[in-house]
C-alpha cells in the first residue's frame, strides 16, 4: 500500500491481512528461522479482545500503517513532533477498538475520525525535554561554557555543578536505579565537555533525535569557525575513552618482531586557554550569531526556514569531511558542501555556474580575486568529477592538495554566504529555488559590472 492509498482501503487491507495470517498460524505451516516468511509473524497489532495477546498482521499490513500514521501526522500538522512509529502504534489501538470490538462500521467517516484520533492521541506524549550530549572539544576548559544558539556547551566541571543538585533528587525517587544513574555518570565522566539543549513540543523519541542533530549541526558550525586543521578530532558521543590506545606488530628478516605502541586522545583538541577571544571580532561574532539562528531551525521543527536548512545541510557535508579519514572521501564531501550551498536545480554547465558563484561570493577585490576563486572551484570541481566518474584513483596524490583546496573554498563560501543570508533570510519561511537563483545571480553580475565584464 502506498502513502496515496484510500485509507478505508488501507485499513481493510489490514484486517484481511490479519485474517490471512491468522490462517497461517492455525494451518501449523513451517518455515525457516530468520527468513523473510518468518519475519512476516513479527509485525502485529493489538488483540481486540485479550489485552496481552496480539494479532498477526505482517510487513504489508504494517507498511499501509506505517503510510496513514503520516498522513495522519501531516493532517494533524505534527509530522516533526511526533515519531511516526507512535502514530502507527496509537492508530493500530484505535482501529482495533473502533472497528473490531466497538464493531462501528467501517466507512470513510469513521476511518477519518480514527486517523484524527489516533494523532490526537499521539501528540499527548509531546513535552518539553533537556537533553545532555558528550562530546569531544577542546582540552582548553576556559571558558566554562559558551552558546551556539540553543545549543549549550558546558565543561565537565560546569556540568557536574550543573547536575548535582538534579541527581540528588532524582536518586531519591529512583533508589533502585540509583547504580544505573552512577553507570550513566561515569560514562559522562570521560568526555571534558558536555552539550545540553532544550526541544519543546516533541515526543520523547523525536526530542533526542532533534537534540542529537542539533549538537551535531553545532559542531559542524565549530568546524567552520575555528577551522578544520584544528578541529578535525572532535566528536559527539562514542566509546568511554579518555585514551585511544593503540598497537601494531610486524616481523622482519632483518630485525624479527617489531611493535609499535601508543595512544592519542579521543577527540580533544590542544587550544589555546583564550581561544574564545576570537569571537570577540566582529566579523566571527556575528557568524556565531548567525549560526545560532540557523540552529534554531533544526530545535524547532514546526520551522520551515529554507536557507538555515541550507546553509546547515551545507555545514554538514563540510564537517563529514573535517572528520573524514579517506583523502579522497573528504575531497568529495568538501565539494558536495559547496553544491549544496550555491546550486538551485540547474542542470546546465555546472562547473561554470558554480565557480562563478562561489567567486562571487568569495572574492574581496573583484579585479585582483575573482579570477583565482574561480579557478580554484573549478580545480576542485574537476578533480571530484574524475574522482567519480573513475578516471583518477582514490589513492592518488592530488586529493593532498585539493583537501586543502576544499577546505579553504568550504569555509569562504559557506561563511560569507552566511553572512549574505543574515538573520532576516536565515528567518525567512519561505524562499524558493527560482529566488535564490536569483539572488545568486544578481551578485555575480554585480561582481561582472564592477570588474567591466558581461556574466
Known sequence: MSAEADPLVSIQFVFAECKRMQAR?????????????????????????????????????????????????????????????????????VIVRKFLKEKRPLDRKNVDRALSEAAKLAARG??????????????????????IGPVH?????????????IVSTARVGLRRSGKFISRALRYYRSFSWVAEVTVS??????????????????LDCLHLLLEPRYTYKMSIGGPDLSRDWRGSLSVSDSEGLGYSIGYTGAGSVSFEEDWWQ????????????????????VVDPSFERPLSRRFLDAALWFGEAVRERSLAAKVVKYATAL????MTDEQDDITSLMSGRIAAICCENPDDSFDSWQRDAQRLYALRSRLVHGSISPHSNAFVDGIALGAKLG??????????????????????????????????????EARGKAP
Open 25 to 93: 498460524l492455525l494451518s501449523g505451516e513451517k518455515v525457516m528461522p530468520n527468513s523473510p516468511e518468518a519475519m512476516e509473524f513479527f509485525y502485529k497489532i493489538p488483540h481486540p479482545e485479550v489485552s496481552w495477546s496480539f494479532l498477526v498482521c505482517g510487513r504489508a499490513a504494517d507498511q499501509g500503517l506505517q503510510d496513514l500514521a503520516r498522513r495522519a501526522a501531516l493532517h494533524a500538522g505534527i509530522s516533526h513532533q511526533v515519531s511516526n512509529a507512535v502514530i502507527r502504534d496509537k492508530l493500530a489501538e
Open 153 to 165: 556547551f558546558r565543561t565537565q566541571r560546569s556540568f557536574r555543578a550543573h547536575l548535582a543538585p
Open 278 to 297: 576570537r569571537f570577540e571580532h566582529e566579523s566571527y561574532a556575528r557568524a556565531l550569531h548567525l549560526c545560532g539562528i540557523a540552529l534554531e531551525s
Open 201 to 218: 513540543g516533541c515526543d520523547r523519541p523525536t526530542s533526542k533525535e532533534v537534540a542529537a542533530r542539533a549538537v551535531a549541526a553545532a
Open 126 to 147: 509531546r513535552e518539553t525535554i533537556t537533553h545532555y550530549v558528550p562530546c569531544h572539544l577542546m582540552v582548553a576548559q576556559k571558558p566554562d561554557q559558551f552558546d
Open 339 to 342: 553544491e549544496r550551498m550555491v
Open 411 to 448: 569555509e569562504a563560501t559557506l561563511l560569507q554566504t552566511l553572512l549574505a543570508f543574515g538573520e532576516v533570510g536565515l528567518k525567512e519561511e519561505k524562499v524558493g529555488q527560482k529566488r535564490l537563483a536569483n539572488w545568486f545571480n544578481r551578485i555575480v553580475s554585480h561582481v561582472s
